[in-house]
């Protein structure tokens, strides 16, 4: 059984079960295939599996039988749009990102920049072409992005000078990575 953690909301928790469509689950409830959610905190909810405890941060799965020297992943559901939303983490505070292959770099709105300690004075000033036209971005270099079990170091980044809903995890990151959908589901497998 492959059970993912795909969102957290206030006493509940969104589950991926086999791949399925995310369900909702309630704190102490358990879903009919015997996974129930023990509690959350932050980005990360306790859950039992197999009659084992397992902590998942949002984005990561687990399997309830081992597997064997299995590279870094993240399983990610497609919102109703159809959009890959993730939660992660750079520099070790938590971030909620949207999987953008049409980015160039992970790229963080001023806001986020800030709240993160990120100085984008200290970074090499630019231009960068968006879909919303051309903007001031300065280029800097994240120490940490994760998503799932996924931890990538030194990672190019951009700080756009505007305010973003998301961040984008762009090429920067997704450039080491497999990626595989199945429906609404997309796997990242990291493969250096």
Do not use: C, W
Request: aromatic content about 4%; charged content about 20%; overall charge positive.
């Amino acid at each position: 059984m492959d059970v993912g953690l795909a969102g957290l909301f206030p006493g509940k928790a969104l589950l991926t079960i086999d791949g399925g469509k995310p369900r909702t689950v309630a704190i102490g409830v358990a879903t009919e295939e015997g996974v129930k959610v023990l509690s959350s905190d932050g980005d990360t909810a306790t859950l039992e599996v197999d009659g084992k405890k397992r902590v998942l941060r949002v984005g990561q799965n687990v399997a309830a039988q081992a597997t064997v020297s299995r590279s870094p992943a993240a399983v990610l559901s497609a919102d109703e749009r159809g959009h890959f939303l993730a939660g992660g983490s750079v520099n070790g505070n938590p971030v909620r990102f949207i999987v953008d292959t049409g980015a160039s770099m992970v790229s963080l709105g001023a806001a986020d920049a800030r709240r993160l300690g990120i100085d984008a004075g200290k970074g090499q000033p630019g231009l960068s072409n968006t879909a919303n036209g051309q903007v001031a971005v300065s280029r800097v270099k994240l120490e940490s992005v994760r998503v799932g079990d996924i931890v990538l170091n030194n990672v190019d980044a951009m700080v756009l000078r505007q305010d973003m809903p998301f961040a984008l995890l762009g090429m920067s990151f997704l450039n080491r990575m497999e990626m595989r959908r199945d429906g609404d589901t997309m796997t990242l497998t990291k493969r250096y």
